[in-house]
């Protein structure tokens, strides 16, 4: 069997599972890990596999099937993902929901230039939570659709504090409102904006010295991530960080509550769940499933950008469509 030969550009804690989760797809193999670190300094879990410069992506066009790209998406993959979809089929994870529609444009120009197919917006929310919104919409059109996060650490939204002059370390946790969250679940179908819906925390280390009134402002008032939220803003040490929060859980759930029948009589709710222990980890697999899909429609002459809309859970999986009629359908 031919596998799929992966490329990681990035090794964080997304770079990182992503190597772990092609361990567990035997249709893959990881053939490279591309890093903005000195190559040498980097230790990476897969033996043999070697580790090149960031800035030498395009010699390997001809030995990577997909890369998977594992940067953040305030400042690195809306320059990377076009940049490197210009040699390679790419998957990225770009969260901010905002900007994805510019985000798409650029990606699918770059992609369609180059014969090659992009996935953007990939994992859970942006990714499998948008299948969900958008398969309750479309079952149940008269509703109100409800999404809710947490309680767990957002990898985009810790990443955009720690862009801030003067952080050298952060975790924010987003958590829902519980009387939101019963409202909705009781199919009350109540108007909630934002502010109404989640807080946010933030446990933020910063660097001695540093204006701790400025961080806090420029955290606060930081659109698209936390200026929509009531968000509390606390600074603690790096080993209190180190030893409280240093694991990466998250989750949430999607709500549809519609009504059917003749004179809207029957109530229906849709529920869509996850509970994760490791975000990235999750995020990764989500990613690698993704790739397979890549690889296969570009092989079938596809090119652009796609998202999770526009591919049919079947080229997900690493089974054929007779396998998955007599055990899945």
Not at 98 to 106: K, R, V, Y
Not at 159 to 177: E, N, S
Not at 279 to 285: A, G, K, M, V
């Amino acid at each position: 069997m031919k596998k799929i030969r992966i490329g990681v550009l990035g090794y964080g804690n997304l770079g990182r599972g992503v190597e772990n989760a092609i361990r567990q797809n035997e249709d893959m193999e990881l053939v490279a890990v591309f890093t903005r670190r000195a190559p040498e300094s980097l230790k990476i879990a897969t033996e043999g596999v070697p580790v090149y410069p960031a800035a030498s992506v395009a010699d390997y066009k001809d030995d990577i099937d997909v890369m998977i790209l594992c940067g953040g998406s305030a400042t690195d993959l809306p320059k990377q993902t076009p940049a490197v979809a210009e040699y390679f089929n790419v998957v990225d994870s770009f969260d901010t929901h905002a900007n994805i529609p510019q985000h798409f444009a650029d990606v699918d120009e770059a992609a369609k230039k180059s014969g090659k197919l992009g996935v953007i917006s990939v994992g859970w929310d942006p990714g499998l939570f948008s299948l969900a919104r958008t398969y309750s919409g479309a079952v149940l059109p008269d509703g109100r659709d409800y999404t809710f996060w947490g309680r767990g650490v957002s990898q985009g939204h810790s990443d955009a504090i720690r862009r801030i002059d003067g952080v050298l370390d952060a975790r924010q946790y987003t958590v829902p409102v519980p009387a939101a969250l019963d409202a909705v679940r009781a199919g009350n179908n109540p108007e909630l904006t934002t502010r109404q819906k989640h807080t946010r925390e933030c446990f933020v280390v910063a660097a001695e010295g540093a204006d701790l009134a400025r961080i806090e402002k420029e955290i606060k008032e930081m659109p698209n991530y936390f200026s929509d939220y009531d968000t509390t803003v606390t600074f603690i040490s790096q080993e209190e960080l180190d030893r409280n929060h240093k694991g990466i859980p998250h989750g949430g759930v999607v709500i549809r509550c519609g009504k059917t029948g003749a004179s809207a009589e029957n109530k229906h709710i849709f529920e869509f769940r996850l509970q994760l222990d490791s975000n990235p980890e999750f995020t990764s697999s989500v990613l690698i499933a993704y790739a397979r899909a890549a690889y296969r429609l570009n092989q079938e002459g596809q090119t652009g950008c796609k998202t999770v809309l526009d591919i049919p859970p079947a080229y997900l999986c690493k089974e054929d469509g007779g396998y998955l009629r007599s055990h899945l359908l």
